[in-house]
């Protein structure tokens, strides 16, 4: 993916900024430093390139910036300054020539310092916040607006941080932390700040609070500004900022809406694409749990579009109108790389693996990657950002190269010898917020003490300065024990005066207010347990219809992708429309020869292939509802497994309420993972196997239709009595190889699927409780996480094979597989009564007699392009295919099964250890829920 971008812009747009990959040219947009080069530099010492690293840096050691040109600051700062430090940065790793006083010397250091000069006339305003504009000879323009947003403002102090560490000279981090703190100070009374300021007066022109749009990089910069520089002050301004966030702008599912910045009442139900970046941020917070539910709720947009929209409206569950594009933007992948390398989630893995197959199949071009102008009908654009190179892509390897340097946690490190002393070189890295990595323990190469930046009037306040301690180290170590006693009693007497506020209230609540604080802390806990009860059944019945959701909505992008490959192999419009043009009686003899088979082979191959995606989809995912609650349930069981006691008979009433009434707050991970899991294979299994159907279906339709006259009459009855012929021939073939299996599993049963596993059979037969059982077993015999992404999708394969193998399956399956062709013979007698005469001019009631459609007769060169037709309307109206569906595999049954399941699997913790992998559930003859669950399959398969 990177070397088909780079090497496309090499090839039709260096020296220009951008690629466009449409037209295969190149143009300027941030000042001409050939950006997209600059922004790649350092995804090449990523990926290891030394070779085209050095090539690199030795060109951009040329860049003008000696030009007559209105630049960018933001920008200007973020992209190609933050690319030049990195690179410099990174060139002894990357092999390259590097004089003795490196990292405080460098061309590519000069280059940076150059330019931030040439940024820095802009911080000179009243408020110390930047213009947004700025010349690179004459400075900032005249008449240039004194609004900019929150985000072009605070978004300096990694880059000119670095700088003033590796130079020693402090102006360049004094004026980016001037600028934050300017911000911070205009923030309103209940912390939240606006999106819009004007930088000489201070005051707000945009009212509205977002995580995203025009503020992200100033919330990420007081987090990893704190970290890099040893700023605590920065952290504390976060964090003030966090908790406003949650209190004013969360919606309580994970989303943040937009806020009045003075009021905190939400204004507009937004999500902006940038608001992508805040999970990660979370996660360098620690808060790992709310940017875990953060980071799921972000992804189903990106499950429902294969991007992300601009901005989206939440209330409307609509792309907002002009903003539906998707400009390859990275702070979702940045979010999952920060998530997954904290927690090892192998889901996040498949998220990953999601996004990097939306990206390939929907943006590559032969040119290059290009954004989409509409994430609805992914309309191309025709631009390549540069930091598509800088950061969606590096971001996204990031997350599978687990060993990647970047990744360093200051385990090991290499010590540099400087003029200041020694340092130590690849102890960890922090990202701008163009994803250009900044070595940590570099910055302390060049200087040998940090800067004494300090923090607020209050930090000045309470500190000692240098010469304050070296004169109480003297007073100390020179004065007699009666002379110390009185300077204790002095520091003691001016400490408690200065803190006497904070100092009563701590004695306040060491008293009296200890007793309120327990009877408040005993009805909450009364008042937590109530809900603990009241989420246990809600997210029980919560459960199935999440899931048979995602069923139906996946099961519809999965039978479109079916459709994109039937229409590859069928060519029924082009015969259609060469019979038009053609006068050869020969020839269009031919082609009408061709088109019977093709027409009728198409829609047979829709009615297979479409059965087996709903049927196989709905049944596994509806399936392990319930299994997976009750797991989810289990492991948050355990932690209070000493509360649980047990009778000599299994388990007691107490304890079965225990565990039906627990809940777990990671109970949706279990169900993300295995669903994807799952989806994969039904995507890889239907793609397996339709090439095969293709053929098969052709052979049968070829033998049947060619002994029908293109001249011959007929009627509703005979158009189903071929078709039965049809699917006749194609099933009686795998009857006769394998007993007991549907024939259609001949397709769906790739060889590239793993083989199955030996397991110990303990039942003569399947029942739906042991399909069940098979396709969840997974998380029985998965006690730990998998090494890597790719067990978990082998496993799961296994798992499926046994699950579509099973007779409940195949019931399902048969059953959809009939109506789909009831529906099509359905649409067939419609389509001959309105093409016959004598129906056109009877009564509109008519149409729906059922005895005047069987009576109609057309010639057989009719029915073809009916045939055609049919095609047409099923293909691309998936809400109708999807009737049957709902009807037949969504049925209320299904459903109460899900909570008897749930009632079962809720007793397993107490089984043996050493059972077998599908011998949990009871024998039919010791269980009366296991007749019961055998009356829901009856009533399933029979209504």
């Not at 937004?270 to 790992?288: C, E, H, I, N, Q």
């Not at 979702?332 to 192998?346: F, G, N, Q, R, W």
């Not at 540069?386 to 090991?412: M, P, Q, R, V």
């Not at 069981?637 to 809940?663: D, L, Q, V, Y």
């Amino acid at each position: 993916m990177f070397y088909h971008a780079y090497d496309s812009y090499l090839k039709y747009a260096y020296p220009y900024d951008e690629l466009r990959p449409i037209t295969c040219d190149g143009y300027d947009t941030w000042g001409s430093y050939s950006l997209s080069l600059v922004d790649a530099i350092d995804t090449l010492a990523t990926l290891g390139n030394s070779t085209e690293f050095s090539r690199v840096y030795t060109i951009i050691q040329s860049l003008d910036i000696e030009r007559d040109i209105n630049v960018s600051v933001f920008e200007t700062n973020i992209r190609v300054i933050g690319g030049l430090l990195s690179a410099h940065l990174l060139a002894k790793r990357m092999n390259v020539s590097v004089n003795s006083t490196w990292p405080c010397t460098g061309p590519l250091l000069d280059l940076a310092v150059a330019l931030a000069n040439k940024l820095l006339p802009a911080f000179d305003t009243e408020t110390g916040i930047p213009y947004g504009t700025i010349n690179l000879v004459w400075g900032v323009p005249i008449g240039e607006t004194n609004i900019t947003c929150t985000a072009g403002g605070g978004t300096f102090l990694i880059e000119f941080g670095t700088i003033s560490r590796l130079t020693g000279d402090p102006k360049y981090e004094r004026a980016a932390l001037k600028a934050l703190r300017a911000l911070w100070s205009k923030r309103s009374s209940i912390n939240l700040i606006g999106n819009h300021i004007n930088i000489q007066t201070g005051e707000w022109t945009a009212n509205d609070c977002t995580i995203g749009t025009g503020v992200d990089s100033y919330f990420e910069y007081l987090v990893k500004g704190a970290l890099l520089f040893r700023h605590p002050e920065l952290m504390d301004m976060m964090n003030e900022y966090i908790k406003a966030i949650d209190a004013h702008m969360s919606d309580g599912s994970g989303w943040f809406v937009f806020a009045n910045y003075q009021q905190g009442r939400k204004t507009m139900p937004l999500f902006a694409s940038l608001d992508a970046f805040y999970p990660g941020l979370l996660t360098l917070l620690g808060k790992l749990d709310r940017a875990r539910e953060t980071l799921y709720a972000y992804h189903t947009m990106w499950r429902k579009y294969g991007s992300m929209p601009e901005f989206y409206n939440l209330a409307q569950q609509e792309c907002m109108q002009g903003r539906e594009g998707y400009p390859l933007r990275p702070e979702h992948i940045e979010s999952i790389m920060y998530l997954s390398k904290a927690t090892d989630d192998d889901t996040l893995l498949f998220m990953a693996a999601d996004i990097f197959d939306s990206i390939e199949s929907c943006c590559k071009t032969s040119c290059g990657y290009t954004s989409l102008k509409n994430v609805k009908d992914h309309q191309l654009d025709n631009r390549m950002e540069s930091f598509f190179l800088a950061e969606t892509i590096k971001y996204l390897y990031l997350i599978f190269d687990e060993n990647n340097f970047l990744h360093a946690n200051g385990e090991y490190a290499t010590e540099h010898r400087t003029a200041s002393g020694s340092c130590f070189l690849d102890t960890g890295y922090v990202y701008n917020t163009e994803a250009h990595p900044i070595d940590i323990g570099s910055l302390d190469c060049c200087t040998s003490s940090p800067f004494d930046e300090t923090s607020s009037d209050a930090f000045e306040n309470d500190s000692l300065t240098k010469e304050q301690i070296r004169w109480l180290g003297n007073i100390l170590l020179n004065q007699d024990k009666q002379e110390l006693h009185g300077i204790s009693f002095t520091m003691i007497w001016q400490f408690i005066k200065r803190h006497r506020r904070k100092l009563f209230l701590i004695s306040l609540l060491s008293g009296g207010g200890y007793a309120v604080f327990r009877f408040i802390n005993g009805k909450l806990t009364t008042m937590l347990d109530d809900q603990d009860k009241m989420m246990a059944e809600w997210k029980k019945q919560l459960y199935y219809e999440h899931n048979r959701d995602t069923s139906l909505r996946t099961s519809t992008d999965i039978f479109a992708q079916v459709v994109l490959n039937i229409n590859r192999r069928f060519q029924c419009e082009n015969i259609l429309t060469r019979l038009s043009t053609i006068s050869d009686a020969t020839e269009k003899r031919e082609l009408w020869e061709q088109l019977r088979v093709e027409c009728f082979a198409r829609l047979f191959t829709l009615a297979y292939s479409s059965s087996f995606v709903l049927a196989l989809t709905e049944l596994v995912v509806s399936a392990l509802s319930g299994r997976l609650y009750s797991q989810s349930q289990l492991q948050h069981a355990s932690i209070r497994e000493h509360n649980i006691t047990t009778t000599a008979g299994g388990i007691s009433a107490t304890s079965k309420s225990s565990h039906a009434e627990s809940t777990h707050n990671q109970s949706s991970l279990l169900s993300r993972d295995i669903q994807l899991a799952c989806l994969d294979v039904i995507r890889y299994t239907t793609d397996a196997g339709m090439n095969n159907l293709i053929e098969d279906v052709r052979k049968a339709t070829q033998s049947i239709l060619s002994r029908i006259s293109l001249q011959q009459m007929l009627d509703i009855n005979d158009i189903i009595w071929y078709c039965s012929e049809i699917r006749h021939q194609i099933e009686k073939k795998r009857y006769q190889s394998v007993n007991n299996h549907h024939p259609l599993l001949k397709y769906v049963r790739s060889t590239a699927l793993p083989a199955r596993s030996s397991q110990p059979t303990t039942t003569s037969g399947y029942s739906f409780s042991n399909a069940v059982t098979t396709a969840s077993s997974l998380l029985t015999k998965r006690t730990h996480s998998p090494s890597s992404v790719f067990s978990v999708q082998q496993q799961f394969e296994i798992e499926c094979i046994e699950m579509i193998e099973s007779d409940t399956f195949q019931r399902v399956l048969i059953q959809i597989i009939d109506q789909s062709f009831s529906n099509i013979y359905d649409e067939f007698a419609r389509e001959m009564a309105k093409s016959s005469a004598a129906t056109v001019n009877s009564s509109e009631n008519q149409l729906h007699d059922p005895t005047t459609i069987i009576e109609v007769q057309i010639p057989f060169a009719k029915v073809i392009p009916i045939s055609n037709n049919i095609y047409s309307k099923l293909s691309s109206h998936h809400e109708q295919l999807m009737l049957h569906f709902q009807s037949l595999a969504c049925r209320p049954e299904l459903h109460e099964y899900t909570k008897c399941a749930y009632d079962l699997f809720s007793n397993e913790s107490l089984q043996p250890a050493t059972r077998a992998a599908y011998s949990f559930l009871p024998l039919a003859s010791s269980s009366t829920l296991q007749s019961s669950l055998s009356s829901f399959l009856q009533s399933l398969m029979s209504s």
